[in-house]
């Protein structure tokens, strides 16, 4: 059956330091990986699209990776502020919408 | 959020008894979406909507039904609620392209609802 792995169910790095997270998935496919953010209390927040044909994209301090060799995704924030601090989820999907149980993420001051 | 509101936020009810959770928009977007998130488990979606009247089932539609008579309202029905159904049920929205619930299109999601079944 269809898997997604976020490996880490919780992260705590220092400030300033680029944080990395990573999303695995198995027998399946994906065409498609999103990452959203979500904070306490709140729905998730949509942040990067990446395609299959797609080695990496980036947006401000947001870097993803797609490789579909290993069937992962690499999800890094560079230069890392408290504010960053949430649960991170990756979607690898086609036509369906299927979510990682998230990586919680910590940035200390 | 966008123009996404859920209602109620919070519910607390008994085991047998039927809820129904409103999820209603007012981007115009063709596909809305009704999932659950528990601890461990992430969100997993119930079922889907790509059009008024149009629906499909998710990967847990079991003792769930939903229904679209109106572009902005997607109504999640619990036909009789049980404890296992206590969980965070969030809908979202997509523009989404034909053919599925594509995941080509960001989904933006409503803030939540509560949902306690005692």
């Known amino acids: 059956s269809q898997k997604i792995e976020q490996n880490s169910e919780a992260l705590n790095i220092q400030e300033g330091k680029t944080a990395t997270l990573t999303c695995n998935y198995t027998?399946?496919?994906?065409?498609?990986l999103q990452w959203y953010r979500q904070d306490p209390g709140r729905g998730p927040v949509f942040l990067l699209l990446?395609?299959?044909?797609?080695k990496e994209k980036r947006k401000e301090r947001l870097k993803v990776t797609f490789d579909t060799t290993l069937k992962q995704s690499l999800f890094h924030i560079t230069a890392s502020q408290p504010a960053d601090s949430a649960t991170y989820l990756c979607?690898?999907?086609?036509?369906?919408?299927?979510f990682g149980a998230g990586t919680r993420l910590t940035v200390k001051p | 959020d966008a123009g996404i509101t859920q209602s109620p936020r919070h519910k607390v009810t008994e085991t047998g008894t039927p809820v129904t959770l409103r999820c209603h928009q007012t981007?115009?977007?063709?596909?809305m979406y009704w999932y659950r998130q528990d601890p461990g488990h992430g969100l997993r979606l119930i079922h889907y909507?790509?059009?008024?009247?149009?629906?499909d089932k998710g990967e847990v539609s079991d003792g769930y039904s939903v229904s679209r008579s109106k572009t902005e309202d997607f109504l999640l029905t619990l036909e009789s609620a049980t404890s296992s159904q206590t969980s965070v049920y969030f809908c979202?929205?997509?523009?989404?392209?034909?053919?599925?619930?594509?995941?080509?299109?960001?989904?933006?999601f409503g803030p939540g609802t509560r949902l306690t079944v005692l």
């Open positions: 979202a929205i997509s523009q989404g392209l034909a053919g599925g619930p594509s995941s080509y299109n960001e989904q933006f």
């Open positions: 981007e115009n977007h063709r596909y």
């Open positions: 027998n399946y496919s994906p065409a498609y």
């Open positions: 979607a690898p999907n086609n036509n369906d919408m299927r």
């Open positions: 990446i395609r299959e044909n797609e």
């Open positions: 909507s790509y059009g008024v009247k149009d629906t």
